[in-house]
């Protein structure tokens, strides 16, 4: 069914992670490249301690590009057409050619291990039903 829950994926120490340098992972498979994100302030959905850890899919909902995150500017943003996606608000467009926000991956953190896992999608990503 088309909206079956894809499996967790253990994406590493949250501790490994600094701020503003996203680590790149793929989820829910291999096709499908997304940024986990540690903003370094309580961000809307964020997990760890500090509620700053997020992640998004990197293909632009307008086209597929692959968007990168500017740490100055804590925004991610769209190469080929400029369209920008603030990850502190869920991943919503800021503005741009897209139509719709940057799917957001659910994350979960054990404060056991400081494992991060991907557990879901939320948002349709680019080329997908
Ligand atoms: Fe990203 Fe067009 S593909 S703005």
Redesign the pocket.
Known sequence: AGDATPPALSLGRLGTLRVGEPRSFHYPDARSPCLLIRMGMPTEGGVGPNQDVVAFSQL??????P?SYESGLRLLQ??????TFDPERGGAMVC???STDLPRIDLRHDSKTDIITATGVNGRI?GRL
């Open positions: 632009c909902t307008h086209m597929g590009c968007v769209c190469p080929c057409h400029y369209t741009g050619q897209a680019f």
